[in-house]
């Protein structure tokens, strides 16, 4: 099942100061057709996708996740993060209830970009950790931001969340906007020996919610 969403503001497709809709198609995945949405932000020039299923607009809170861009473990199977698996699973769980919308942000290696992620990926295998990694290249552990998610949940008359992530600093961020947050549901999966001291750094240094299994490490992620 999928559903057109009709613009709440119906003045145009300029939702935002900065951010465009640009426009929607069907996206038929294993799981269930989404509506597949495209925006951009005009002063970075990054597009930013939503994936919806159901009726979202009704006011009711909704089963969301806030997806930053993985390349390496979204599309190329990559075991040094969990990504990939969180991308699939949080859809997987969206199709099961047959409702909810997944919000994809260019915002590759925790902003860093791709190149710098994979220069980052090259630091770690001499011992860095992903916290330790960014820093040697002069980044901050994180530099993503969510300033773009207000407008394009307000285009797609999502009013509150129940959001999927292991991440407080996400539901900070979107409290601060004005988003409400009703529920936090946990997005463990696919710890393996290539990624476990990256998600052991993420809880660590990055305040992620997660368990701590004490597998041994053989490498990590961005």
Not at 33 to 59: C, M, R, W, Y
Request: with cysteine; proline share 5%; charged share 20%.
């Amino acid at each position: 099942m999928s559903t057109h969403i009709t613009p709440n503001n119906a003045a145009a497709a300029q939702i935002h100061e900065s951010l465009e809709y640009v426009t929607s198609c069907a996206l038929p995945t294993p799981w269930a057709t989404f509506q597949l949405h495209a925006f951009i932000d005009h002063p970075s020039g990054k597009e930013h996708l939503a994936l919806v299923l159901g009726d979202v607009n009704d006011g009711l809170p909704v089963l969301a996740r806030i997806h930053s861009e993985c390349l390496t473990g979204d599309a190329l199977f990559s075991q040094r993060c969990d990504c990939g698996a969180q991308l699939e699973g949080s859809l997987q769980q969206i199709a099961a209830e047959g409702r909810g919308a997944v919000l994809y942000l260019r915002q590759e290696g925790r902003g860093i970009g791709l190149l710098n992620k994979i220069r980052a990926y090259h630091i770690q295998d001499s011992g860095a950790d992903t916290v330790e990694a960014n820093q040697q290249l002069g980044f901050a552990d994180d530099l993503r931001h969510y300033g773009m998610c207000e407008p394009m949940l307000q285009y797609l008359g999502i009013k509150t969340l129940r959001l999927m992530t292991n991440n407080p600093r996400k539901m900070d961020a979107l409290k601060k906007m004005g988003v409400p947050v009703v529920e936090r549901i946990p997005l463990i999966l696919n710890r393996n020996p290539f990624n476990t001291r990256y998600l052991d750094t993420k809880a660590a240094k990055l305040g992620h919610i997660l368990p701590n299994e004490g597998l041994e490490h053989q490498d990590e992620t961005e």
